[in-house]
């Protein structure tokens, strides 16, 4: 059976030769991460073209996302590079100060609303949490506090709010520029980060639509305001991303797996996709194996019911990207069979279906799994009918047979989904089931004599119109 949790791989100076990038995707990489945190527009054009010729090349579909910086708060540099913070120590954060000449008693920081957001008592977290602070009290700009926690802090490292609560908007202006350069780069996929409430998810959308683009809007949850208002930031982004590393500093690691849990299974009863991501392999930077606790990491996520696991710094500054890819799709399959051994859980959302496609898809899915059926087919213009599907968890492959090379891309990171270049306008209707015995056959999808489940409308090349299903057997074409 094919791999049904997709990998997305981040692109970064270990990938940039055709040589890796041709090794990443035969490891087994559905999508690749442009990162917009780094680099300017010729270098992420530069990066996708690379990608759509290494998958030419490899004769397979991979998908883009890109993925904006948003508002990260950051201190600003130290004058020495970096300085040694001593617990119970006095620190000072302020907004006004020399942006180039931090000590270990000051250090400017890049957030001007950071002394309206914080008061007494409050806990602040630098570099991922490995160093806290307890403020003490706010005077004009700075913000006095004493370490909790300390150790050697560098240049531009994070700052967060345990508990969440700074105000800092989710689309900065370099995060609007960049939505503009998404747009004409032809992004599937577009992630915003540190995302607040729906509100910040619609902006993302009608930016990105007023500027031509076609990509989906991925929400990254990774602020206490993100779990707050998470019903309705899932409802409105097509994909939501489980981002652990400011998430877990930010709610605290406790509650971490327990809420990546709750993320997955709302996401996927709405109907919409899920990325797992940070630190799932971060060993392998240098390593040539995982560790235990991370083969399980992922594992615990496929098990979930994921529809991809990400990779960040593995791939993108890792010593051997292409190993790390293999290491995680190995993991997957094994974790995947023992999803096999259990019935399938038909139970989804409410109960209620809204769409003649979406009654379709789940009817589908239900006969697949109580049927000795191979494989399903889904004839689609948009790839709605295949998203519902895989909401329905189930190790039958489905494939998605379009002629829109966007939709080929965007399934790309449905699970247990797989894009099949297939133009049905093109094909006489007497000859359409013919026609896709050819494609299931030389595609090896499925073989002669084996079941299959067709989906499709009566009006070919039409949106959401899927309206039928029809069980058949595969038979061989005659010459």
């Known amino acids: 059976m094919p791999r049904r949790t997709k990998i997305v791989a981040t ?11 041709d090794d990443l995707i035969a490891a087994g990489t559905d999508l690749v991460r442009v990162n917009f945190s780094h680099g300017v527009f010729g270098d992420h054009a530069r990066r996708i073209e690379q990608v759509r010729a290494a998958a030419a090349r490899a004769g397979r579909v991979v998908g883009i996302l890109g993925d904006l910086r948003g508002p990260k708060v950051r201190i600003e540099r130290f004058a020495a590079g970096n300085a040694m913070l001593v617990e119970g120590a006095a620190f000072a954060l302020d907004p006004a ?7 270990d008693r000051v250090v400017g920081v890049a957030y001007e609303s950071l002394p309206k957001d914080v008061s007494p008592g409050d806990t602040l977290l630098l570099n991922d949490g490995l160093i806290s602070l307890e403020v003490l009290r706010v005077e004009g700009t700075r913000v006095h506090t004493r370490v909790l926690s300390g150790g050697e802090l560098g240049d531009m490292k994070g700052l967060n709010k345990l508990g969440g609560g700074l105000s800092a908007r989710a689309l900065t202006h370099k995060d609007r520029e960049d939505i503009r350069m998404a747009a004409e780069l032809g992004v599937d996929y577009l992630a915003v980060s540190f995302v607040r409430n729906a509100d910040d998810v619609r902006e993302a959308w009608e930016l990105m639509r007023a500027a ?10 990774e602020r206490r305001e993100a779990i707050e208002n998470l019903r309705a930031i899932v409802e409105s982004s097509a ?3 489980v981002a652990r590393g400011d998430l877990g500093v930010e709610v605290g690691y406790a509650e971490l797996t327990g809420l990546q849990k709750h993320i997955i299974r709302l996401a996927r009863t709405h109907n919409r996709l899920v990325i797992t991501a940070t630190q799932m392999m971060e060993s392998m930077i240098h390593a040539p194996v995982p560790t235990r606790a991370e083969v399980s990491d992922v594992a615990n996520a496929v098990m979930d019911d994921t529809d991809a696991v990400m990779l960040s710094a593995e791939t993108a500054i890792g010593r051997h990207p292409g190993r790390v890819v293999r290491a995680m799709a190995q993991v997957i399959v094994g974790a995947e069979k023992w999803q096999k051994s259990n019935r399938p859980d038909m139970q989804r959302g409410d109960g209620y279906l809204k769409h003649t496609d979406e009654a379709i898809a789940a009817a589908v899915m239900y006969t697949a799994n109580h049927l000795d059926v191979k494989a399903i087919v889904a004839l689609t213009e948009s790839g709605s009918t295949a ?3 895989s909401r329905i968890r189930s190790d039958i492959p489905i494939y998605a047979f379009t002629r829109h090379a966007a939709t080929q891309r965007r399934v790309t990171l449905y699970r247990g989904v797989y894009p099949v270049a297939f133009d049905v306008t093109h094909t006489q209707a007497e000859r359409l089931y013919s026609a896709i015995f050819e494609r299931v056959l030389g595609e090896g999808l499925a073989a002669e004599g084996d079941l299959i489940i067709v989906t499709k409308g009566e009006l070919s090349g039409v949106s959401g119109g899927t309206n039928s299903m029809k069980i058949i057997k595969v038979q061989r074409v005659p010459a």
Request: net charge negative; charged share 20%.
């Open 387 to 389: 998203l519902w599907m």
């Open 11 to 21: 692109l970064g100076p270990a990938t940039d030769t055709d040589r890796a990038l």
């Open 212 to 221: 031509g683009g076609e990509g989906r809007i991925v929400a990254k949850i």
């Open 97 to 103: 100060f020399d942006p180039a000449g931090g000590t």
């Open 239 to 241: 994909a939501v991303m």
